[in-house]
Structures are given as C-alpha cells and as structure tokens.
C-alpha cells in the first residue's frame, strides 16, 4: 500500500516562505510522476505543481509559477515544495500525490495516491 505523508505546513505572514515535504513509500517511488494540489475552503481541488519521475520536467498553475519549486530526492523517496513570496490567497490544505505515470500531469484524476494534506496559512 502506497502511503503519502506530508509536513511543513504552518502559518506565516504574506511574503514568507514554507517549504513542504512528502515522504513516500510502499512502491517505487522513482518511476513515477509527483504532483501538489491545493483545496482551499469552500473550493475544489486544484493543480499548484508536478514534476516528471527523474525531476528534469516540472510544469506550475500560473498562479504559482515564479514563486513555488518543485523539487524530488529519489534516494529519499521525498518531493518537496519550495514556496516563497506566499500571498493570502495560497491559504489552503496542499495534497501532495503520485501519478500513474512518469510523465507530469495537470488533472486529478491523473493521480492514484493521496496523502492527508498538510495546512498552509498566509497571514496579513
């Protein structure tokens, strides 16, 4: 059984910067795609990153491009999101998930697993 387990969140002011981990195990993390996904209150899920099996392609919502990195250590079994000049409008539970692909995806549905989420809050 594939597990997902995020950390990092918090609250911080608008303009910080958290850094948010996910821990994978249960099947081989190298060979999948890996994305993050945020839901703020009272609105759907939505796409914040993704990036390939080995790293080399990354794709970003407009939202968040310029501001957020993803990032993967294999040998760790971790993928990261790096994410500065936070605003208030990035306050949301961010999922991180595994694809069934190698390739980056956009959609929901283009991801099996799940973890619990972790809390980001951007204060003023």
């Known amino acids: 059984q594939v597990q997902l387990v995020e950390s990092g969140g918090g609250l911080v002011q608008a303009g910080g910067s958290l850094r948010l981990s996910c821990a994978a195990s249960g099947r081989t993390f190298s060979s999948y795609a890996m994305g993050w996904f945020r839901q703020a209150p009272g609105k759907e899920r939505e796409f914040v990153a993704a990036?390939?099996?080995?790293?080399?392609?990354?794709y970003y919502a407009d939202s968040v491009k310029g501001r957020f990195t993803i990032s993967r250590d294999n040998a760790k079994n971790t993928v990261y999101l790096q994410m500065n000049s936070l605003k208030l409008e990035d306050t949301a539970v961010y999922y991180c998930?595994?694809?069934?692909?190698?390739?980056?995806?956009?959609?929901?549905?283009?991801?099996?697993?799940w973890g619990q989420g972790t809390q980001v809050t951007v204060s003023s």
């Open positions: 990036l390939s099996w080995s790293g080399g392609s990354t």
């Open positions: 998930a595994q694809s069934s692909a190698v390739v980056a995806g956009h959609r929901t549905y283009e991801y099996k697993y």
